[in-house]
């Protein structure tokens, strides 16, 4: 076992550890002291979220609201994550929980209106987003909500509604494309996701998950060359990225099936 028991080679390194730490604590310049707030939880939620890592930023949005419960988007982004994850009743206990500090807020009703429309309730959703609409001060994810609900429920205005929350996000804004991407791509509408994930990642290139999303539109619509492009710029962005090392395998596979197809044709012809 050496000179020192288990125990104390564990111990000692624990001490080095915090000696270590509290060393960086004073040789930090006064005014750069980490802070947890309710900010720092949601930018890391948003983060993982608009990666894919939905139980993540559940457990983050959920810190940003210990932290100060008061902030809006916090509320929205738990209520997207459990959306997300299938956990439809608890959705609703948490709409039910916003409202009771945000009444008649636009997007908090929207999103439950999506929540009962994922669930089949196409009447109670389509009412409960109605009036969602009409409350004062609805913004770009009340008619993100408006539009999903639109296109669960078989609805051909759905896509005016993204419309709507792309002219109220304003130019500049990646999220809201990015989740009317999502939208689409869940509807297996390729070629409208296609849309919105050029428009997100026009202005936001360093997302890994959002060129992945890209990539898979044009794989599935058939375009091989740019599904490769957007696969690589992916790889680019994050080279430890499982689902787009598959991906890339997979077309690769693909694009030699389809070579040897096409040869085979050539001979025939």
């Given at each position: 076992m050496g000179?020192?028991?288990r125990l104390e080679r564990e111990t000692q390194d624990a001490l080095v550890k915090q000696k270590t730490q509290e060393k960086k604590v004073k040789e930090r310049p006064q005014g750069q002291e980490e802070t947890y707030d309710a900010s720092y939880y949601t930018r890391e939620a948003d983060e993982a979220f608009f990666h894919?890592?939905?139980?993540?930023?559940l457990q983050l949005y959920s810190r940003a609201i210990q932290t100060d419960n008061m902030q809006h988007y916090p509320w929205l982004g738990q209520i997207y994550c459990l959306i997300e994850l299938a956990q439809l009743k608890e959705a609703d206990v948490w709409c039910a929980r916003a409202l009771e500090l945000f009444p008649e807020d636009s997007a908090i009703l929207s999103l439950r209106a999506v929540m009962y429309a994922?669930?089949?309730?196409?009447?109670r959703a389509l009412a409960t987003s109605d009036y969602a609409i009409s409350q004062k001060g609805a913004e770009a994810h009340s008619f993100v909500a408006r539009g999903n609900v639109l296109l669960l429920a078989g609805n051909k205005n759905a896509s005016l509604c993204f419309i709507k929350a792309m002219e109220l996000a304003g130019e500049n804004e990646w999220q809201i494309p990015m989740r009317t991407g999502l939208i689409y791509f869940k509807r297996k509408e390729y070629t409208l996701a296609l849309d919105y994930f050029q428009k997100a990642c026009a202005l936001n290139v360093a997302n890994d998950y959002l060129w992945y999303h890209l990539g898979q539109c044009y794989h599935r619509l058939g375009f091989f060359t740019k599904a490769m492009e957007s696969y690589q710029q992916a790889a680019a962005q994050?080279?430890?990225?499982k689902q787009v090392s598959a991906a890339l395998a997979r077309l690769s596979h693909s694009s030699l099936f389809f070579t040897i197809f096409?040869?085979?044709l050539g001979i025939f012809r």
């Open positions: 000179r020192f028991s894919g890592e939905f139980k993540d930023a994922n669930r089949g309730m196409y009447k994050n080279p430890e990225n096409r040869r085979i």
